[in-house]
């Protein structure tokens, strides 16, 4: 398993966009820009410079920008965001055991 970022962000965004359309909501592109800032920023840092999971990121841009109080899981963002997140996961475990 090999962690891809920009693979891992591409699906966030897909799989978040896909449960707010089960919402009858949609972002904006400016909306889809900075959502995929906020991932980037925070997900393309050294493993030990993150403070934030993916989920956490997602969650703080929609309760923020959408005014949405609620907390997607990565089961809420499909089936590829959430291998996508385990990947994510375990490459952030390996790396900060030193392996």
């Known amino acids: 398993m090999i ?3 920009s693979y891992l962000i591409k699906n966030l965004i897909s799989g978040t966009l896909v449960y707010l359309k089960g919402m009858n909501l949609e972002l904006s592109i400016e909306q889809e820009i900075i959502l995929e800032s906020s991932l ?3 997900l393309e840092k050294d493993f030990k410079l993150q403070k934030k999971t993916p989920t956490q990121i997602i969650n703080i841009f ?3 920008e959408l005014r949405l109080n609620i907390s997607l899981t990565p089961h809420d963002l499909g089936e590829k965001a ?3 997140i385990i990947v994510w996961g375990i490459s952030k475990a390996k790396n900060l055991e030193g392996k």
Do not use: A, G, P
């Open 40 to 42: 980037k920023s925070e």
């Open 82 to 84: 959430r291998d996508q």
């Open 62 to 64: 929609l309760n923020e």
């Open 3 to 5: 962690l891809d970022t």
